[in-house]
Structure formats: structure tokens, C-alpha cells
């Protein structure tokens, strides 16, 4: 059996993103979303959820590059003077290796997250963070913790092959095999408390974006299992660039969420498009 995950992170953080989400569920292979807590298009996503039954949505924890749900008071170590969340994970990390991101704040920022998404009267499928902050030493025994508690049932664990797309240097493939190291304990810390995660994992960690033609390789080389493939959707790159602060190609990973030939070939190799359900429902 080989099963295939898109999964579009970020639904929420844009209205741009959650009408190619909306797009990618009626139009392509998009079948899992997972939702950002503090999004600007938050209510939104959650309309876009409540319309599209055969969206699974997940959690997506946010520590960095976005805005929390708590009174930024509550939480002095996670955010700067203006409020918000550090910029990305290398501002973050800094922070956390030198002590000065209070764990007890992450408990409870990811808590009143959580909190949040089932106030919205969301069934939540599954679990994962932005910029993968859910893999960190301490923080993934909080999430899998809140996780657990609330039935959720499944976690992403990003273990990020070290060469996948354009090769961006050695300082990536550091990054890529630290990542993977992190994600590999977290397989472990997950399966331990009964919650289960995908075997492969797939996606541009760093570089412009999944394309066409990069996920009919992905499609083309699927191992037995299941494979999430994570994906950033858009419709509109010269808005969301300068509005999210990030040089990736939004409307190329649409663009191969909804192309006919990407359908084809998985119905060819007889893959299963599925969301992270289909990883606990037939248990």
C-alpha cells in the first residue's frame, strides 16, 4: 500500500492561502490542511474546514514568524516589544539554547492554541508546527502531551531527506540533518504514547518551491507507507511575498496541487490519496 499526504501548512495566515487551499481540495489532490492559531484569515480557514468534509485539518503549533493567542503579558520570553513572535527559527533557537524561552509559556500559548481550534468546532486530524518548532528538545514532550490529551491522534515527524530538490549548500544540509536527528526522537516519543505519524516525509525545507514536476517525482519514487508531502499554496506571489516575508513560489505548489497529470500518475502507480485519517481509521 503506498499512501499520499499533500498537506498545505499555514491555512489561516492569509486569505490568499485559504482560497488555494479551497482550490487545491476541489480542484486537485489537496486533502489535509493543518490550521495556524494567531492567522490574520483565521475565521476564514475555518469557513473554507466547515464547507470541505474531505479536508482533514490539523493543528499548526506556532512559536515563530506569526502572532499569538495569549496577551503577549502572559508570555514575555516568546515574543518581542511589539507583541508578536520572533522572526524564524534561527532568532527562536538562539533563544531557547541560551535559556530564555520559559517552557511553561510554551505550555501554555500552545494550550490556549489548541484551545482555540476547538472552540471552533473542529474535529482535528492531526498535529505539526511552523518552521517545525514542535521538534525541540522539551517542546515536543509539551505538544505531544496537549496532543494526546486531546485525542488527536497523529503528529508530523519531518524527517527531511538530507538531498531533496536544489542542493542550497552545506549549511543546509546541516540544517537538514539536524532536523531529521530532532525528528527521529520524536518518532519515537510519538509512537510511545500511542500516537502514530507517517513513514516518509517530502517537501521543499529551504528553496523556492514543490513543483509540477518535483511531485511527480515524489509520486514516481513513493515507498510502501505513507508519505506527507508538505506544501505552502497560494494564489498570488507578489502579495503574499512581501505580506509573509518569504521568497517561495506560492502559485507553483497550486499549481501542482491541482495539475490533471499529478492526479494520473497516482492513480497509475495506484496510490491512495488520503489525510492523516487514513493513517488511524483503518487500524
Known amino acids: 500500500m503506498k499512501r499520499l499526504i499533500v498537506n498545505a501548512d499555514d491555512f489561516g495566515r492569509h486569505e490568499l492561502i485559504n482560497q488555494a487551499v479551497e482550490r487545491g481540495v476541489t480542484e486537485g489532490c489537496l486533502r489535509s490542511a493543518t490550521l495556524m492559531p494567531g492567522g490574520k484569515a483565521f475565521d476564514s480557514a475555518v469557513a473554507v474546514a466547515k464547507r470541505h468534509a474531505e479536508l482533514g485539518v490539523g493543528i499548526h503549533f506556532t512559536l515563530v514568524n506569526g502572532y499569538p493567542v495569549l496577551p503577549p503579558a502572559e508570555i514575555p520570553s516568546l515574543v ?9 527559527h534561527t532568532a527562536f533557537v538562539k ?9 511553561e509559556e510554551v505550555r501554555a500559548e500552545l494550550a490556549a492554541q489548541l484551545q482555540k481550534l476547538e472552540q471552533a468546532g473542529l474535529t482535528l486530524t492531526h498535529a505539526d508546527s511552523h518552521q517545525h518548532m514542535h521538534t525541540l528538545p522539551g517542546i515536543i514532550d509539551i505538544v505531544l502531551e496537549l496532543t494526546q490529551v486531546a485525542g488527536i491522534k497523529a503528529v508530523r515527524t519531518p524527517r527531511t531527506p538530507l538531498f531533496c530538490g536544489e542542493f542550497g549548500g552545506i549549511g543546509q544540509l546541516v540544517g537538514r540533518l539536524g532536523l531529521g536527528t530532532l525528528a527521529r526522537i520524536a518518532v519515537g516519543k510519538a509512537k510511545g504514547r500511542g ?23 515524489i509520486i514516481q519514487n513513493l515507498q510502501p ?3 506527507e508531502v508538505m506544501m505552502h499554496p497560494g494564489t498570488d506571489n507578489d502579495v503574499l511575498i512581501p505580506d509573509c516575508g518569504w521568497e517561495h513560489d506560492f502559485e507553483a505548489e497550486l499549481a501542482a496541487i491541482v495539475s490533471p497529470a499529478v492526479r494520473e500518475l497516482a492513480a497509475a502507480g495506484a496510490v491512495e490519496i488520503t489525510d492523516f485519517r487514513g493513517l488511524y481509521q483503518a487500524r
Do not use: C
Not at 533563544?95 to 517552557?103: P, S
Not at 502514530?196 to 511531485?215: C, D, K, Q, R, W
Open 195 to 217: 500516537l502514530v505519524t507517517p513513514e516518509h516525509f517530502a517537501g521543499i525545507v529551504a528553496g523556492e518551491a514543490v513543483s509540477e514536476t518535483y511531485l511527480m517525482e
Open 95 to 103: 533563544r531557547f539554547i541560551t535559556g530564555k524561552v520559559n517552557l
Open 225 to 227: 507507507g505513507t508519505t
Open 80 to 88: 518581542t516589544e511589539a507583541g508578536v513572535f520572533y522572526d524564524d
